[in-house]
């Protein structure tokens, strides 16, 4: 996804300084005149880049801090970081990450170390969403993503698992994600446990991947949304998010949660990171910090489709949004009974290599 660069300025509130709303995000020890900084955020794009300027960004702007953004998947905006830290520059402030990269990123000093007691929202977040470089603000739920109107036309049953998409009524309208995509790691796994594997064994999952027969593997998710919108694809595995995004502006979209042994659906982990050495860290911190505020955090998951991880956030979420509330795994239990991919068991770049030699190459 091509980076682009976009400031966001909100006229004279831009300019307008008051020591009360940096109180919102900011305990009284660590307030400071944050007017005329400048802060970078390394995000996705599209409707998410849209939520977190009007959601999280929106309160630093009213206080003066001047927002640019880097758009692409945490993959791209890691690449373009470890690019620039080699040429002695700093491309962004904060970016938006990957369990998958994050422990070699943090390694590799890349991350900055963050404090939490200067973030008052922290104490309302399990302490496993706590990481030393990274905080996680929100769940993806990854799921099936289908066109419930084009599977009752065609006589197709609702999907269950990631294998039900082997379906032949679906030959060439299934979209299968690429390795690049965030969503790709829950489908795998999925599909390894099918075929008795896990992390650990993914090569169960490449006989039903080539089962499936994805017309094609996508890494942009705004590109498959237009292809959703046009017919031309049924169904993906993909975020549930992105279904409660499309059912909003009208399609006839709906989602199912796959099995990963006793647990149903899997959620995909949303961290923010401070980049090491920025020069701009009082307004990175101020950004974390509007991440995690009870209001921010909602309003963002309720236009994202995402689930807040603070428990008080979630609550207020699910009463601005019912779409959401009926299409997402949001309860405690809902959230219990859902499956969390065991990171450090994933060889990333193994299985790239497979699946160059055995899937993109076929």
């Not at 399990?126 to 006589?155: K, L």
């Not at 790709?184 to 099918?194: I, K, R």
């Not at 647990?263 to 910090?289: C, H, Q, Y």
């Amino acid at each position: 996804m091509a980076s682009t660069r976009r400031a966001l300025l909100l006229g004279s509130s831009a300019t307008a300084f008051t020591s009360t709303t940096i109180g919102r995000i900011l305990p009284a020890a660590a307030q400071a005149d944050l007017r005329g900084k400048s802060l970078v955020v390394a995000t996705y794009g599209g409707s998410w880049r849209d939520a977190v300027a009007k959601h999280i960004a929106n309160l630093l702007v009213e206080t003066g801090v001047h927002v640019d953004y880097v758009l692409g998947n945490p993959d791209d905006n890691l690449a373009k970081l470890i690019s620039a830290k080699r040429q002695g520059q700093i491309p962004f402030d904060t970016i938006e990450g990957s369990p998958v990269t994050y422990p070699d990123a943090y390694k590799a000093g890349l991350l900055e170390k963050i404090d939490y007691a200067a973030i008052p929202g922290a104490k309302d977040i399990p302490d496993w969403a706590r990481e030393e470089g990274q905080v996680i603000t929100s769940w993806s739920p990854d799921g099936i993503v289908y066109n419930e109107s084009r599977f009752n036309e065609a006589g197709i049953a609702k999907p269950r698992d990631y294998i039900d998409l082997r379906n032949p009524k679906l030959k060439e309208r299934v979209a299968f994600p690429a390795p690049d995509n965030v969503f790709h790691w829950a489908a795998v796994v999925g599909l390894a446990y099918q075929g008795g594997g896990d992390e650990e064994n993914l090569i169960p999952a490449i006989r039903y991947i080539k089962e499936i027969a994805p017309v094609y593997f996508y890494t942009a998710s705004v590109e498959l949304s237009t292809r959703f919108g046009s017919g031309d694809i049924w169904v993906a595995p993909w975020s549930a998010g992105w279904a409660v995004r499309m059912k909003r502006a009208g399609l006839p979209i709906s989602v199912a949660y796959a099995s990963f042994g006793k647990k149903v659906g899997s959620l995909w982990p949303d961290p923010v990171s401070i980049v090491k050495g920025t020069p701009n860290r009082e307004a990175a911190m101020a950004f974390l910090s509007s991440w995690l505020s009870i209001d921010g955090l909602s309003q963002f998951c309720a236009a994202t489709g995402v689930l807040p991880v603070s428990a008080a956030a979630r609550a207020k979420f699910v009463e601005l949004d019912p779409l959401s509330r009926s299409m997402l795994p949001w309860t405690d239990e809902d959230i219990e009974n859902s499956y969390r991919l065991q990171w450090s068991k994933l060889d990333a770049k193994k299985w790239r290599e497979t699946w160059n030699r055995e899937i993109q190459t076929r």
